[in-house]
């Protein structure tokens, strides 16, 4: 079928190098959700990503305020807990952004109310 092994070689290159391509052309972005979607300065939130690196270290912020970090897993997953939003955060629409070591760079919305006096 082939005239050599080295067109054969070339060929199953080839067809590998485009099978990795579209593996990663048709790869999910990644992605951030937050709980719960509306919260009280002082209060604590947990932003859930997936679709991330393997290892990838992500830096969540709210404008230049920072929230925490979280490192994806295996499966490109991570669950950060516990992320008081500062009374520093202006009550109103905010956008959390995750920030990737690797690239990924995404947002979510936030609804911050007044904290209670």
Known sequence: MFKSKRTALALVG????????????????????????????GKAVTVTGESFQNGEKVTLTIGTVALGTA??????KF????????????AGAQTITAKGDKGANVTAALTVTEAKK
């Open 71 to 76: 490192t994806a897993g295996t499966d490109g």
């Open 14 to 41: 080839a067809l590998a190098l485009v099978l990795v391509l579209l593996f990663v052309a048709c790869a999910a972005p990644p992605k951030i959700t937050v709980a719960p979607t509306s919260v009280e300065q």
């Open 79 to 90: 669950t950060a807990k516990d992320l008081v939003v500062s009374k520093d955060v202006k």
